[in-house]
């Protein structure tokens, strides 16, 4: 399986106000991608995870996708 991104995110912290950034680590299902698609490392996707979870209850990212 390919990873979504070449090399590690250069993001240091994941901002829950950032959702820009966020989306790129959310599939079309509104699904947060997992570790092996997204190349980080294990404190990183929990980080990550925190963040869209807190995004999605502030209504900056949807719950699920419109389909």
């Given at each position: 399986?390919?990873?979504i991104f070449k090399y590690?995110?250069?993001?240091?912290?994941?901002?829950?106000?950032?959702f820009k950034t966020l989306q790129r680590y959310v599939n079309s299902y509104g699904q947060i991608e997992t570790r092996k698609?997204?190349?980080?490392s294990e404190s990183q996707q929990r980080h990550l995870a925190q963040a869209i979870k807190?995004?999605?209850h502030i209504a900056l990212l949807p719950f699920i996708a419109n389909s």
């Open positions: 399986m390919a990873k590690r995110s250069d993001v240091a912290f994941f901002d829950y106000k950032d698609k997204t190349g980080l807190r995004a999605r």
